[in-house]
């Protein structure tokens, strides 16, 4: 079958890889008919999460017709259509419990602070990823949930990672009725959060990022305002003029390790490696809000440290909220929010893209060249 | 587009459907069980046989339940990750040595496509197919930059064996 290849930082092809196998009796193998890039995917296609081995295959955004189900799987059948969440998840541990499914204990060897994630180095449990043909699903009996009958298999594979991250992006933010939300980061999981604060009842909403067309997007598509911090003097003070002096009253970063905006953050994050990537969206996140504010984090950063101004989040009695998606919790609920119309995920999408061009597709999306958002890999 | 401070904001479809006064002072991020004061205790999904090798963090007594299994750890990249992986997930000396694997690998990796008969090509694995179409100006550019270094290196050597031979 074919399946993406990574070879060394900013280097991916497409190779015949063998078809795989059924390994635990609650595995299944979905045929995969869509499979996104994700903006994390791109830490990996950087080289900065430890233990990304060459040979593995990336992909945690797919969705998929099950060809295959092992002995103990009930909930599945052959020819199901499913939303694959990017989070492996036993279903059975204290954590996956208590539904923090993004926190399952019985899913990654490798690492106790971050469950299985498929296609996401061995950090994540060394699981490949779905930008193949087929992919090796386990607990297929509790993450994996069939596409409704009149979804957009476009919107259903937003489904399983942009929408729900997004979505608890905001959520984390406990955003009151009026709140000023502040997020960082046009990507796409940022405009999905700038598009869900609304749906919590935010009063004013703005998003800050450096790259043009993608600010444009966030204003006609979450709609907020949006402010390029390349033509701001200091986003920081701009941000405390915005809101009276006092800051914003949730800030959300949706940006993580491969921030630009500080030549600091940069050489010792991202070129020296010294912290676990640029942190400089969550520094201007902490500094951004009010105090007693709430700062939300689903950007992603590596495992070792960063450089933040800890010592504001305890002078200013900020809360922090951060956490991996619990895209199975969330699913119901944003199911129905697709269908009542009140987030259009696939909107977000600007490329689909043959499984075989993934290297183009990867080059285009980490450069951001030809206004891309979004790109979907169909196999 | 401008940027107009809307103070139509409950017009946004979907406004505020989310909102949850009563929940107070924020949304819960779990369902509260209990289940964690039994610590390590729950009953575990049938255990995958480990058919490859698999290192796990010693943050833990034993591997998860379902594990990964591409890329069992080889060569010198190997033996630099099951050295790590003697250290926990809180110290530099665990995950600073799967940096310099992870570089180490890509070098394998190359050695194991001429192994195999594949000359790999990096400008297509680079994605430059691509940059040609939507960057050329970058792709030009940077192309200079990079004669311009190689020239200026050839000549400084060449400059420094005339100057020996002399």
């Not at chain 2, 310099?100 to 680079?126: C, Q, S, T, W, Y």
Request: hydrophobic share 40%; aromatic share 8%.
């Amino acid at each position: 079958m074919l399946a993406m290849n990574y070879r060394g930082p900013r280097r991916v092809r497409v190779d015949h890889k063998p078809y795989p196998e059924i390994l635990h009796p609650n595995d299944a193998i979905v045929r995969v008919t869509r499979s996104c890039i994700c903006g994390s995917d791109l830490h990996l296609y950087h080289g900065m999460v430890p233990d990304t081995r060459v040979g593995t295959t990336f992909g945690h955004e797919f969705i998929g017709i099950v060809e295959e189900t092992g002995p103990s799987v009930q909930n599945l059948k052959k020819g199901d259509h499913v939303i694959v969440p990017f989070n492996i998840a036993c279903g059975t541990c204290a954590f996956c419990k208590q539904e923090l499914y993004g926190n399952c204990h019985e899913s990654n060897p490798e690492a106790t602070a971050v469950g299985g994630i498929f296609g996401y180095s061995h950090t994540a449990g060394g699981y490949d990823g779905g930008q193949a043909e087929y992919v090796r699903v386990p607990y297929a009996d509790v993450g994996p949930t069939v596409i409704p009958e009149d979804m957009d298999p476009d919107d259903a594979v937003m489904l399983t990672d942009v929408a729900p991250t997004g979505y608890q992006a905001a959520e984390m933010g406990g955003i009151r009725i009026g709140d000023t939300v502040v997020v960082f980061g046009a990507g796409p999981v940022g405009i999905m959060a700038a598009r869900c604060a609304w749906l919590f009842g935010a009063g004013r909403v703005i998003v800050i990022d450096h790259i043009e067309y993608r600010l444009e997007f966030a204003r006609h598509y979450a709609p907020c305002e949006a402010y390029n911090f390349r033509s701001l003097e200091d986003p920081v003070l701009f941000l405390k003029k915005e809101t009276g002096w006092l800051g914003a009253d949730v800030c959300i970063d949706a940006v993580g390790a491969d921030a630009a905006g500080s030549a600091l953050h940069t050489i010792t994050g991202k070129k020296l490696m010294l912290q676990a990537g640029s942190a400089i969206a969550l520094h201007w996140a902490i500094n951004s809000v009010k105090k007693g504010g709430i700062v939300s984090v689903v950007g992603v950063y590596g495992p070792t440290g960063n450089l933040v101004p800890i010592g504001n989040v305890v002078n200013k009695g900020i809360t922090m909220r951060a956490n991996q998606a619990s895209v199975k919790r969330l699913l119901p609920r944003l199911i129905k929010h697709v269908e009542d119309g009140y987030i259009d995920p696939k909107a977000l999408i600007t490329h689909r893209m043959p499984l075989a061009e993934a290297a183009d597709a990867y080059h285009i999306f980490s450069s951001k060249l030809d206004n891309c958002i979004k790109t979907v890999l169909i196999p | 587009m401008k940027n107009n401070r809307s103070e139509n904001y409950s017009r946004i479809k979907g406004w505020g459907v989310d909102a949850d006064p009563e929940n107070d002072p924020t949304y819960p991020m779990k369902l509260y069980s209990g289940d964690d004061h039994q610590r390590f205790n729950w009953k575990r999904p049938p255990q995958q046989p480990e058919t490859v090798e698999v290192l796990h963090s010693n943050e833990r007594p034993r591997v998860s339940a379902v594990f990964g299994t591409s890329i069992p750890p080889s060569g010198l990249s190997g033996v630099i990750r099951r050295q790590a992986f003697k250290y926990s997930e809180s110290r530099f000396g665990h995950w600073l040595p799967l940096l310099l694997a992870d570089r180490v690998n890509v070098v394998e990796g190359f050695f194991d496509d001429l192994r195999r008969g594949h000359i790999p090509n990096i400008f297509a694995e680079k994605g430059w197919k691509a940059a040609w179409k939507h960057n050329r100006k970058g792709v030009l550019m940077r192309l200079a930059v990079g004669t311009v270094l190689a020239a200026g290196t050839v000549a400084l050597l060449l400059a420094r064996k005339a100057k020996g031979r002399a």
